[in-house]
């Protein structure tokens, strides 16, 4: 397998799995492949996305932990969502999705 089809079926696992939920903005954000150790001959590619919940909240403007109303609309900018999928050499096949939290 080359990366192009890694990416390409990382993506395509990603929209199979959380396609319901009007996911947008689909991109690779990053591919690695292990050549040696435990996690020889697996790749690992980090494809971001974003959620119509996925919605940075603004700062807690009352200083009581309370939302806001405007904090309940989720009218900030959209985040993202950042899955790692595991995949197989040399047969292609599926191992995970994992969270990968962003870095900030």
Do not use: H
Request: glycine residues 10%.
């Amino acid at each position: 397998m080359d990366v192009a089809q890694v990416v390409l079926l990382a993506k395509q696992e990603i929209m199979k799995v959380f396609g319901d939920e009007q996911i947008r903005n689909l991109g690779l954000e990053e591919v690695e492949f292990e050549e040696t150790g435990p996690e020889s001959g697996i790749w690992k590619v980090t494809i971001g996305f974003s959620r119509p919940w996925d919605r940075e909240l603004p700062p807690d403007i009352g200083g009581v932990g309370l939302p806001t109303a405007f904090a309940l609309g989720r009218s900030g900018p959209l985040s993202r969502s950042y899955k790692v999928v595991r995949i197989a050499e040399p047969q292609g096949r599926v191992l995970s999705i994992k969270d990968r939290r962003s870095e900030k």
